[in-house]
């Protein structure tokens, strides 16, 4: 059983354009979150999806974050217009039953 | 609301001292797992153990031990015998059970950096 796949691993961006983080959970997990972690921080929710469902993005930035978790496909974090403030390590874990979370390697964000 | 105060930020040790990582949570709910995940250098996230607020048993796994004490909301981590290989950063996480946010989000300390020299 493989483990929580994020793509890219490091992804580059300018200011202004758009990220696009990719998470496919562990087989058998309907259950999805997203961390970021900044730099020299501990790691903060976003958001918690199950199959097309958001079930809590309380910790999601109001503008220019969103999430989705299609029926079929990874589940996508897209950040519009990046700023350099976006730089982080952005996590995926998945769940079976929404108790453990199993962690991706995460995603290295950089904006130029 | 949940807190995870980890007031630790760095600790460096010599290799074989043995070494504890203090974590301290606040919760209003009555049962919660907690949680330790290792973050070495490399940068991803390892899990290292579960516990639930039912249980109040000490745990050892190897050089690992972890002491919950639910009175003064402590779940400490002890690592005996430090090697090189345990320098990463740590960190304690809670999570409620059956509340509101249950299912939902872990609530992360903000992470000891721990250096064990050789």
């Known amino acids: 059983n493989a483990g929580v796949m994020q793509n890219p691993r490091h992804l580059v961006r300018r200011r202004g354009q758009e990220a696009r983080l990719r998470c496919s959970p562990m087989k058998g997990h309907s259950h999805v979150y997203w961390y970021r972690q900044l730099p020299e921080e501990g790691l903060k929710f976003m958001v918690y999806?199950?199959?097309?469902?958001?079930?809590?993005e309380s910790g999601m930035p109001k503008e220019r974050f969103s999430a989705e978790f299609p029926k079929e496909g990874p589940s996508i974090l897209r950040i519009q217009q990046v700023v350099r403030g976006d730089s982080a390590a952005y996590f995926c874990?998945?769940?079976?039953?929404?108790?453990?979370?199993?962690f991706g390697p995460g995603t290295r964000l950089t904006v130029l | 609301a949940q807190k995870v105060t980890q007031a630790q930020t760095e600790i460096s040790v010599v290799e074989k001292e043995d070494v504890t990582l203090d974590c301290v949570y606040e919760?209003?709910?009555?049962?919660?797992?907690l949680f330790w995940y290792k973050q070495p250098p490399s940068g991803e996230l390892v899990f290292l153990i579960r516990?639930?607020?039912?249980?109040?048993q000490n745990e050892i796994s190897g050089r690992y031990s972890w002491n919950f004490q639910k009175s003064t909301s402590s779940f400490n981590f002890t690592i005996t015998a430090s090697q090189v290989v345990d320098s990463a950063v740590y960190f304690c996480a809670l999570n409620p059970i059956g509340g509101e946010t249950s299912g939902s989000r872990l609530t992360f300390g903000e992470g000891t950096q721990l250096t064990v020299n050789p």
């Open positions: 874990a998945s769940s079976p039953l929404g108790i453990e979370q199993f």
């Open positions: 919760t209003r709910d009555t049962t919660y797992y």
């Open positions: 516990r639930n607020s039912f249980d109040e």
């Open positions: 999806l199950q199959k097309e469902n958001i079930i809590d």
